[in-house]
């Protein structure tokens, strides 16, 4: 195999990544920033909280980066056959489809993902900086990435804007704080941008819905009849059932469970 076929966009994006992240870093560090008088001071804890930050960041990246989404199983296990993708446990009133793409049955709030080429469960988005796919799984994580992303941009903000010295003249400016001052706009750029998706995924969670979900409910079926979100049980129920998976169950019993109750107060 040739070596260049190795790079393949999910690694080329990850090293970006990494090497954008310890590049910054680095140029916090040389720079005459609040870092570099912390460590003239001998104050070592907080440049030390500093990088143990960034690097939890970036393994936590990582981490949703590469592991599964959530892929709905191709060929079920026989240990499987009482899960949600079978449909004799599925209410009939909730008939599966059979992805067009991979020939799966899927299961309710799934979705294919052209990127990743499988039906992923509880599908949110592909996020292409993790080329990989946001669902069940690591969707937690990825909120959790968000916040701890966010606390480092904006700790590197402040460092950043520390180390600039305007009161010189432009040449020898340009020269000491150029790149410094380069690094201070695009850390705004990525906190802004951090800060948009952590309180909009912070919204879809608390409401029990997808970005999906959120910019096609007209397109999806079983969304489109509906007047409310069958999946919202309330903020707490939401949260508790998003970061701890309690309570328990799927989402077609969900489902079913808000027609009947739709059912009960139109007949009364």
Same mark, same amino acid.
């Given at each position: 195999?040739?070596?260049?076929?190795?790079?393949?966009?999910?690694?080329?994006?990850?090293?970006?990544?990494?090497?954008?992240?310890?590049?910054?870093?680095?140029?916090?560090?040389?720079?005459?920033?609040?870092?570099?008088?912390?460590?003239?001071?001998?104050?070592?804890?907080?440049?030390?909280?500093?990088?143990?930050?960034?690097?939890?960041?970036?393994?936590?990246?990582?981490?949703?980066?590469?592991?599964?989404?959530?892929?709905?199983?191709?060929?079920?296990?026989?240990?499987?056959?009482?899960?949600?993708?079978?449909?004799?446990?599925?209410?009939?009133?909730?008939?599966?489809?059979?992805?067009?793409?991979?020939?799966?049955?899927?299961?309710?709030?799934?979705?294919?993902?052209?990127?990743?080429?499988?039906?992923?469960?509880?599908?949110?988005?592909?996020?292409?900086?993790?080329?990989?796919?946001?669902?069940?799984?690591?969707?937690? =994580? $990825?909120?959790?990435? %968000?916040? +701890?992303? *966010?606390?480092? !941009?904006?700790?590197? @903000?402040? /460092? &950043?804007?520390?180390?600039?010295?305007?009161?010189?003249?432009?040449?020898?400016?340009?020269?000491?704080?150029?790149? =410094? $001052?380069?690094?201070? %706009?695009? +850390?705004? *750029?990525?906190? !802004?941008?951090?800060? @948009?998706? /952590? &309180?909009?995924?912070?919204?879809?969670?608390?409401?029990?819905?997808?970005?999906?979900?959120?910019?096609?409910?007209?397109?999806?079926?079983?969304?489109?009849?509906?007047?409310?979100?069958?999946?919202?049980?309330? @903020?707490?129920?939401?949260?508790?059932?998003?970061?701890?998976?309690?309570?328990?169950?799927?989402?077609?019993?969900?489902?079913?469970?808000?027609?009947?109750?739709?059912?009960?107060?139109?007949?009364?």
């Amino acid at each position: 195999m040739a070596p260049w076929a190795l790079l393949t966009p999910g690694v080329l994006v990850r090293t970006g990544h990494t090497v954008l992240t310890w590049g910054i870093t680095l140029v916090l560090f040389l720079h005459d920033t609040a870092l570099r008088q912390w460590e003239e001071q001998g104050e070592l804890l907080l440049p030390l909280t500093f990088l143990l930050l960034v690097l939890g960041s970036l393994l936590l990246y990582l981490t949703v980066s590469l592991m599964d989404p959530g892929y709905v199983n191709v060929l079920p296990q026989p240990q499987e056959e009482a899960k949600e993708e079978q449909t004799a446990m599925v209410p009939q009133a909730i008939p599966l489809r059979r992805c067009r793409y991979c020939m799966v049955l899927q299961p309710l709030r799934a979705r294919h993902c052209r990127e990743c080429r499988r039906c992923v469960r509880r599908y949110d988005h592909h996020c292409p900086w993790m080329e990989n796919c946001v669902g069940e799984r690591n969707h937690p =994580l $990825f909120v959790a990435y %968000l916040a +701890l992303q *966010l606390a480092v !941009l904006l700790w590197a @903000l402040y /460092l &950043a804007w520390s180390g600039l010295r305007f009161f010189q003249p432009w040449g020898l400016w340009l020269r000491s704080s150029g790149l =410094l $001052f380069a690094t201070f %706009l695009l +850390l705004s *750029l990525f906190s !802004l941008v951090a800060s @948009l998706l /952590l &309180a909009s995924h912070l919204y879809l969670v608390a409401s029990n819905t997808t970005t999906w979900e959120f910019i096609s409910s007209h397109r999806i079926a079983y969304l489109r009849q509906r007047p409310g979100n069958p999946f919202d049980r309330g @903020l707490t129920r939401n949260l508790a059932h998003f970061f701890c998976g309690w309570p328990s169950g799927s989402w077609e019993t969900l489902w079913a469970e808000d027609e009947e109750e739709e059912g009960s107060s139109q007949a009364v």
